[in-house]
Structure formats: C-alpha cells, structure tokens
C-alpha cells in the first residue's frame, strides 16, 4: 500500500501574498522578485526611480551613524515633510493684510487634526539646525577636499538658500513675532554699501545730480516691495518661500545628489 | 538655591560669557586626549541635563528658555556639544591608530555592503524616529502666535528669528553695513573658499583632528564660538534694550547700562593732543583710517614675511591672501569686542557724513 504524503499548506496569509505578487498587474510595476539575492539587490536599485540616486553598493563606513550622522539625509527628508505640509497650509492661507493672520489663528481653531503648521514650524527649525550639523560632519571628515571642492560650494549655496527659506517663511503668520523679526532682518539691507540708503558710499551715487539710491529707491525696498514691512513684503516673501526658493533648492539638491555619486559617492579614505 | 542662582547671574556678563566659550574650546582642543574619552562625553551631557533641570525650577530660566521658538536652541545646544565631543573623540581615537601604524578606522571600512539592505532599511529607521519625534514635538508644543501685527508697537526686545541672533549681536560691536551685510557675506564667502584655499591632501574622508591641527582649530572656533555661542547668548542672554540678562534675572525693562563708549578720534585729537577735532572728516580720522589699512593691508604682507612665513611658502601668493584676509576679518569681531570691553572704543573709523563707520 503506497503511503501519500500531504504536503503542509502555507498559511493563507503568504498563500494570498504569492498570488497577489503573481498577477499582471504587481508584477508590471516591480519588475523583478523580492531582493533577497545579489541579482535581485541589484535589479531593486537599477529599475526604481526613488532607489536609483543609490549606488548599488557602497562603502561599509558610508552606512554607519558614526561616520555620517545621517544628517543629510534627515535634511532632505525634512525638505520632503515642509514641502508637503507646506502644501496643505497653502490651501487655508491667503497671503493678504486682510486674511493672513485670522487665517493662521483659524489653522488651530477650525482645522481638524490642526497639527501642521506646528509640522511646518519645527521641521523648519529642525531642518536649519541639521543642514548646520551636515556642514559640521563633511568639514570634520575632510569631505570637501578634492574631488568634492564643487559639491561642497552646493552645499553652502544651500545653506543659505535653507535660512532664506525660513526667514521668509517667519514673515508669514503676520504676527508681532514674524513682523519684527522681519523688520530686524531686513533693516540690514538699507545699510548695504552702495545700494542701501543708509549704506556707505550711497550718497554717491547719483545721475546728473538725481540721487539713484534713496528710501524708496535701493535693497530694502527690492527686498520689502516698500519702505516698511508691509503688504508687498508679504505677497513677496509669500511668492519667494512658496514658489521661488523651494524651486531653486530642489535644482541644487538634484545638482547635489548627482554629484555626491559622481564624485565617488560617500566619502571615505583615498 | 537662590544663592547659586545669584552667584551664576553675578558672572553673566558678555565678556565673561565670551571668555569661557573661548577657553571652553581652547582645552577642550588642547587636552583632546581628555575630552575625547567616554566620562567626559557622558559627564557633559549630564551636566547639560542637570542644568537645564535646575533651571526648570526657576520661573525667569522658563520665561525664556520655555518659548516655543527657543526650544530648537536648547536642542542645538544639546546636539551641537554633543556632535563637537563625539568628532573630537573619532578625531582622536583615528590619531592614535595613525599614530601606531595603523590605518584611520574608516580605512578598514572599505568593503562595498549592499545599499539594500544596509543603506536603505537605516534610512527608512531614520525617517520613521524623524516622523515620530516631529508629530510628538508638534502635538506637545503649540506653535507660537502673538497680537496681529501692529507697525505703531514696537516689542522691547525686538529679536530676528533665532539663527541670525549671532549677527544681531555682533550690531553691538559693529554698524549695520559691516554686521549684517558685509560680514554674513564673507562668511559665505568664505566656506566656499574652504576647499580652494585648504591644501592640506591628510585628512580625506576619515576624522583626525593631528592631520588637519590648524583647519579645525579655525573652524570650530568660527562655527562653535563665534557664529552658534552667540546665537544661545543672543536669544537666551540679551533682554530689554539688548541689555545683558543672566539666566535666572528678571528682564527689566528699566535696567540700565552706562553707555560711555568713545570714539578713537576723540581719543587722540582731543584727549591724547588736547585739540579741537579737526572739521575735515579725513584730517579727523586720519589714525583711525590708518589703523584699520595697518589691518587689512600691511599686516598680511607683514605676517607673510614673519610669522606665517611657512604659509605663504606652502599656500603661494594667491591662496595665502584669501586666507589671511578670511581670516583677518573673521578675527575683527573678537579685536572689536576687546577694544570696546577694554577702553570702550565705539568705532575706530566714524565718518558719519557717508554713514561709514567701523
């Protein structure tokens, strides 16, 4: 009498994950199995566009916390987290002398789950901070030296493009905070020499005896759209944290990425 | 309780402030081997914890440090000194296998892994802690809104968002056109000068603080010192009327300060020669301007012959100059702020009549 051995059944869960990951339509959009083998671990980083700014492989000391911190990478994550929360506030805020600050107040009080501009508030500064401890750690490993002398320049480009990002974001909620930290910022700029009224050498320059550069003629004003901080400032400082500067700093961290691989990927010794 | 918090606000001061985070770094820096073991890392963080602990019970240290936008700061001032430590720490420990013979750790490290699964499952670990320290950070702490704006009230004291309070308080030692434009750009100036004018080939990819002595020195002072110490002074320290408050004093509006600060032209015309100062603005700076080319033009050359001669050797003509120039006027606030804590110099050059003054 021929014995039948009965196979076990796998469970119904992982029976219903292999059909799921066996039809058209899963396997039209990963175009390769699990990658639990060397093949497959390469397929995973060639065929995804979100993994493809990966190398396939890279140094041991390029992985690990103590080498790199991980700070640029929570910096570009928090870039991703401001730019969608930001997005959302968009929907409730109307950059206007009229509307901005009720808005803002109405964020918290009529906004179900009303946690994102808080969101937006403390990836700011979270952000500032971990672009400033990124610059610290690629400076303490050396990591601007040759090849990497022009990412570097990126980076610091950046840098400055992140705290322009803030500060024009800070004007926005049209409270006495924003306003006059604003107003102490860009009172800066009138002093700016040859191009800001009270800056040195203004008084100089002037056209056939007309003065060029006066209160309602010089940086403070290309900056404020006025000669205090007032409508234009915001609908200008609105349109720059918005639009203009998230455009520029999403160009040099495509710039940026591509490059960290083009020059040899994460740093380590020659 | 109350004497120790009188004692710490009877050394807040500027000057003294200023004096240890300098001092603070120089050990810090000179006794490396030291600083860069364990107890010491642990023994500061501890420290930290039980300062601000402390500090908790006193309800002035709350007034300000418990400000919704401070609360980055106090994490800066966390992760700023913890970061410093712990690159100091990797600097050393890579020095002492350099100087066994033995490769930087970083070295033995060079073995490809896969990116998934090492790389990515950390990076999806970091995200995950980012989110969740975000959301609860979010949830706990209500994001700041004050009275509608109101161009007629100016607050008392009137504070730019925190990370330009470095700037803002070097406008107490320097005129708007050199703090807060001429300044900030060379310092964007020069970061991105670094890897042209840094020659040095040691130091590539791995921490060591032996091969690069000089470049960190310089950089820890400007970034820990200079730029992020005066940022905690700015927002923590500096009340009404930008008056110096200690951690624990009430900000009083109506602290006074005698301001008796004197211009150099007043020193030497009027003074040091007995004279009237002279009515043309050029005879009546004439030292002042002369001091400040001493500064910035002859010095470099000076120094090239004696004193960084081996520089000048080493960097040639065109990176030397950048540098010291950097430098020089990286070294013009701390020159600045002795001079005026000193003999109360206001300006060395004040020319009014072209609102140039230094």
């Not at chain 1, 924003?178 to 910022?185: K, L, N």
């Not at chain 2, 000179?30 to 023994?43: D, I, Q, T, V």
């Not at chain 2, 999806?124 to 609860?136: D, E, N, P, S």
């Amino acid at each position: 009498m021929a014995t039948k051995t009965i196979e076990p059944k796998a469970p119904a869960l992982v029976r219903a994950w292999e059909w799921i990951t066996e039809t058209q339509v899963w396997t039209s959009i990963f175009r390769h199995t699990a990658p639990i083998n060397d093949r497959n671990r390469v397929l995973v980083m060639l065929s995804n566009v979100f993994l493809h700014m990966h190398p396939v492989r890279l140094r041991k000391s390029g992985v690990r916390l103590r080498y790199t911190w991980c700070m640029g990478g929570i910096s570009f994550f928090l870039f991703l987290v401001l730019t969608f929360t930001g997005l959302l506030l968009m929907f409730y805020y109307r950059p206007t002398l009229e509307y901005a600050y009720s808005d803002i107040v109405g964020l918290r009080e009529h906004v179900p789950l009303g946690i994102m501009r808080e969101m937006h508030r403390w990836g700011a500064h979270a952000m500032v901070i971990t672009v400033w401890l990124h610059m610290f750690r690629v400076f303490m490993t050396g990591s601007y030296k040759p090849p990497r002398e022009f990412n570097w320049n990126v980076g610091v480009i950046m840098l400055v493009l992140t705290l322009l990002l803030s500060f024009t974001g800070y004007l926005l909620p049209w409270d006495q905070l924003a306003v006059w930290a604003i107003t102490v910022g860009s009172n800066m700029a009138r002093a700016t020499p040859l191009a800001g009224y009270e800056g040195p050498g203004a008084a100089f320059m002037t056209l056939g005896g007309v003065p060029l550069v006066h209160q309602a003629d010089d940086a403070r004003f290309a900056l404020l759209g006025g000669t205090l901080v007032g409508e234009g400032a915001l609908l200008r400082f609105y349109v720059l944290h918005c639009v203009a500067l998230p455009l520029v700093i999403g160009f040099l961290m495509a710039v940026h990425f591509w490059r960290v691989r083009k020059d040899g990927g994460i740093s380590g010794p020659l | 309780m109350d004497a120790l918090k009188s004692f710490i606000d009877l050394f807040a001061d500027p000057r003294l402030f200023f004096a240890l985070t300098v001092s603070a770094l120089a050990l810090a820096v000179w006794k490396r081997e030291a600083f860069a073991s364990n107890s010491w890392g642990w023994g500061l963080m501890v420290f930290l914890t039980i300062f601000f602990g402390f500090g908790l019970t006193d309800e002035n240290f709350v007034l300000i440090i418990a400000k919704p936008d401070n609360v980055p700061i106090v994490a800066l001032i966390f992760l700023l000194l913890f970061f410093t430590w712990y690159s100091m720490r990797e600097g050393v420990l890579n020095d002492r296998r350099i100087a066994a013979g033995k490769p930087p750790v970083e070295k033995d490290e060079e073995d490809r892994v896969w990116t998934w699964p090492d790389l990515v499952y950390t990076e999806l670990i970091a995200m995950v802690v980012c989110m969740v320290v975000l959301i609860v950070w979010s949830i706990v702490l209500e994001a700041p809104i004050e009275q509608p704006a109101n161009n007629a009230n100016t607050p008392n004291p009137s504070k730019a968002p925190w990370y330009f309070l470095g700037l803002q308080e070097m406008l107490v030692y320097f005129d708007p056109w050199l703090a807060g434009v001429v300044l900030p750009g060379l310092i964007v100036v020069g970061l991105m000068a670094i890897p042209y004018i840094d020659k040095n080939p040691k130091g590539n990819g791995y921490y060591t603080f032996n091969e690069r002595k000089a470049e960190i020195t310089i950089f820890l002072f400007g970034f820990v010192v200079l730029w992020s110490s005066l940022i905690v002074l700015g927002t923590f320290l500096r009340g009404p009327n930008w008056n110096f408050f200690g951690p624990f004093e009430y900000w009083d509006i109506h602290k006074l300060e005698a301001l008796t600060n004197v211009q150099l032209s007043e020193y030497i015309w009027v003074r040091g020669l007995g004279m009237a100062l002279p009515d043309h603005w050029f005879i009546r700076e004439i030292f002042g301007i002369g001091l400040t080319l001493l500064y910035v033009a002859v010095l470099p050359v000076a120094l090239a012959k004696k004193g960084l001669a081996k520089y000048y050797e080493k960097l040639g003509p065109a990176r030397y100059y950048v540098t010291v120039l950097l430098f020089l006027m990286m070294l013009s606030l701390p020159v600045k702020m002795l001079m005026r804590w000193v003999f109360n110099l206001k300006y060395i050059v004040s020319i009014p009549e072209f609102f140039l003054n230094i």
